[in-house]
């Protein structure tokens, strides 16, 4: 029992000590354990007891004063703590510091080789550096592993610790550890986000908003090659999937240089849809493509199926209803020098299967090269399959064994159904007007909130569909699956 209060007392003193350094240079406090009562008072100091337990993993957490800061003052992080070290001959101290790395001081910015403040040579006449110890790994000579001790010994290193005071500062914290110390205790700090090129794209939480511009400049701190930090002030755009969006700190400058799986697009990111987390998935559908075969983007975006599909050596379609996207799309085709592999359009989806498609289809489909259609509007694109019922006419005559090249679809859609799987299919049938029994294939492309998840069927487009002038007999789509929610 003794022994246990012991130790909760050591225990105490060890967190005053923590909270006394660069707080305050003295403090006095009465201890209030069960069974015992006692008053002690404590001092700042550079070499206490080199027994002592100095350091605590708590070390790192900023002064107090810091909470609920909203305007960054960097001056107000910097404290100073008592860490341990270990006196190393300067002759053997990159060798030693090798053997510690596991065990010495990690911290952005800080030296972890610092000059002995007590600049003590010893009787023979050798200089000696401090080595600082991580405070999360030692805490005594004992915290050494039998390797590390094996090491010290070998240059003989005494493995004595002694304290060290250390200024540490608003650069030696990582963004995390600054924001847990100025958000409200206890609730949610986020400081992940989403990068495309230079900007940082947040999805802050209300309790974070009166924070948000002190969270934009930390993450810029933080972050080098983040120069401007954005949040988004809604659910995505209905028509062009772009988001508004409220500059929280650093440049105003939307236009992003970003690469992707090789290839470099430029756009203005307030104005079109681009979304870092679908590269595996530009990138699966590209790797199907063959040199010579024909690609329809319905949906082109900035051109991320598009522009990789050219350089693959595909002839490409590439169509957008934001006229801001088109843009951007001629450009990237320009940038990365595929202007004369792709056309591109900027007309409403159906507008452009109508057209553009339909034109193009009856004679790509004499010829034996692969032709996909791409159609990545997944709140939508579903119910524009139904743009493809009766689009060639009368089915022509054929020899009867003639083989009939047809175009292979790539269609994505959201779905929150228990299986959503059969719920994509369910719906690509509805809007095509036939089955796809046996004849689809479903890919799980991302999960996009919870019980939301991005799917892509892909098919081969039934020669039903497009022969057949109407087939009003399947159903259409209900308006339940019509509707169509926006939280990407
Ligand atoms: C989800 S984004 C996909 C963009 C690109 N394919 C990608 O993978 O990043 C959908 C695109 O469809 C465009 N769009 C929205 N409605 C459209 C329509 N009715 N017809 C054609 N394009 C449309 C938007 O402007 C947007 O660029």
Redesign the pocket.
Known sequence: MAGVMVRRVHRLLTLLDIYCQGNCGRISTNLQIPGLSLSFHAHKSVMADPQAPAAHPSLYTAPPAVRGMTELDREAFTQTINVLAIRIPTSVIDKVVKSLKKVALQRPGLKRVVDDPQNQTDSDGKEHRLLLLDPQSVSSPESFSQDEANALKAFSVKPELQRYELKLTYDNLKSDEVLRAVLPEGQDVTSGFSRVGHIAHLNLRDHQLPFRNLIGQVIIDKNPGITCVVNKTNTIDS???NFQMEVLAGENNMVAKVRENGVLYEFDFAR????PR?STE?ERVVSLLRRGDTVF?????VG??SVPAARRGCTVFA????PE?YRWLQHNTKLNKVQAKVTTFN???RE?IRGPVRERLPELMKGSAGIHVVM???A?ALEFLDAFRGLLGPEPEREPSGEVNLPQVHCYGFSKEDDPQKDVVERAEAALGTSLQGRCTVHMVRNVAPNKEMMCVSFTMPTEVLYSSNNKDFSEPSPKRQKCEEAE
């Open positions: 028509t062009y999937r079109v849809y681009w979304n679908l530009h983007d319905i949906f082109a975006g991320p199926f169509n957008d209803l934001n996207s007309l409403d989806g452009f990545n509007l997944p939508l």
